[in-house]
């Protein structure tokens, strides 16, 4: 198919997209990628063997995903997320995407995301998940309860679209899981400096997990389902 078809903004227009801006902003789109697209953006996304979200190389990725990946960042589309949460001309902040493959037990523990952040935004893309709650987005009014969601929790499933304005009560955070859990995330963030740290710093990650891979699996496996950490 046409990658300039790959993603819509009319279809966040769809009437089974959930709009809140309490007890934050945010917004739960689905359907957000089509069928055909599948096979292409499985082919086409990056075999880390780490876990973990690492800054974007078009490198990294085939065609289809670093299409998907222009596309989710395009003014265009920054337009028209900022209408649906209230923000006025977010496409004027500058981006860091950053990509997951595989999550270990330790990620997903509840936080706001860092005040570097204006809008974090994720596009998931399992083709499945297993019938468990582990590993799936919840959008929480608690910093120290993850059963304390506002709306259901949402399977990272091909398609399923989240994003949300960073304030300092906007908890979210998973189960546990161990396992593939494909995801796109894009960051507006305040300053081009914070994209030079946060994106130098990724790249670090990267380098660290792929030395030391084992360690980072045992690192925090046994955590505590309502561990938190601010931002």
């Not at 949460?85 to 999550?103: E, F, K, S």
């Not at 910093?143 to 960073?166: H, N, Q, S």
């Not at 300092?168 to 995330?185: A, C, K, M, T």
Request: with cysteine.
């Amino acid at each position: 198919m046409s990658p300039e078809a790959l993603l819509d903004p009319a279809r966040l227009e769809r009437p089974d997209t959930l709009v809140r801006h309490e007890p934050f902003p945010f917004m739960i789109a689905h359907g957000q990628l089509p069928d055909e697209a599948r096979n292409d953006l499985d082919r086409d996304f990056p075999r880390y063997p780490s876990a973990g979200f690492f800054p974007w190389d078009p490198a990294d990725c085939g065609p289809a995903v670093n299409a998907l990946v222009e596309q989710l960042t395009a003014p265009a589309f920054a337009k028209r997320i900022g209408e649906r949460l209230g923000i006025a001309d977010l496409g004027q902040y500058p981006t860091l995407v950053t990509l997951c493959r595989l999550m270990n037990r330790r990620h997903g523990t509840i936080h706001t995301d860092s005040k570097s952040k204006v809008v974090t935004a994720l596009l998931y893309l399992n083709p499945q998940w297993p019938d468990t709650s582990e590993g799936c987005l919840r959008f929480l009014d608690k910093i120290d309860d993850i059963d304390a969601t506002v709306v259901p929790e949402l399977p990272p499933l091909y398609g399923e679209f989240a994003v949300f304005k960073r304030c300092d009560n906007s908890f979210h955070g998973h189960l546990p899981y161990e396992g593939e859990r494909r995801v796109i995330q894009v960051a507006w963030l305040t300053s081009e400096e914070e994209k030079l740290r946060k994106t130098r710093r990724g790249k670090f990650s990267r380098l660290f997990k792929k030395l030391f891979g084992k360690l980072d699996t045992r690192y925090g496996a046994g955590r505590d389902r309502n561990a938190a950490h601010r931002d």
